[in-house]
Nanobody, 124 residues
C-alpha cells in the first residue's frame, strides 16, 4: 500500500523560503513519477512541478520555474519541494502525488496516490 506523507508547511512571511517533504512508503518507486500540486481556497488544484524517481528529471509549471525546485533523496525515499522568494499568492495546501504513468504528468488525473496535504501560508 502506497503511503505519501507531506510535512514542512507553515506560516512564513513574503520573501521567505520553505522546504516541503513528501515521505513515500509501501512500494519501490523507481518506476514512478512524482508530482507536487497545490490548491488555494476557492480554486482548482494546480500543478506545481514533478520529477521522475529513477532519472531525477524535473518539470515545472512555467510561472514557478526558478523559484521552486524539486529533488529526491533515494536513501530516504523522500521528495522535496524547495520554495524560495515566497509570495502571498503561494498560499495553498500543497499535495504530493505518485503515478506509474509516464504521460499527462501535469494533470492531477494522471496520479494514483496522494498525500493528505500540508498548509503553506505566506503573509504580506
Amino acid at each position: 500500500q502506497v503511503q505519501l506523507v507531506e510535512s514542512g508547511g507553515g506560516l512564513v512571511q513574503a520573501g521567505d523560503s520553505l522546504r516541503l517533504s513528501c515521505a513515500a512508503s509501501g512500494r519501490t518507486f523507481s518506476n514512478y513519477a512524482m508530482g507536487w500540486f497545490r490548491q488555494a481556497p476557492g480554486k482548482e488544484r494546480e500543478f506545481v512541478g514533478g520529477i521522475t524517481w529513477s532519472q531525477g528529471s524535473t518539470f515545472y509549471t512555467d510561472s514557478l520555474k526558478g523559484r521552486f525546485t524539486i529533488s529526491i533523496d533515494n536513501g530516504k525515499n523522500t521528495m522535496y519541494l524547495q520554495m524560495n522568494s515566497l509570495k502571498p499568492e503561494d498560499t495553498a495546501v500543497y499535495y504530493c502525488a505518485a503515478t506509474r504513468k509516464g504521460y499527462y504528468l501535469r494533470f492531477a488525473g494522471a496520479y494514483d496516490y496522494w498525500g493528505q496535504g500540508t498548509q503553506v501560508t505566506v503573509s504580506s
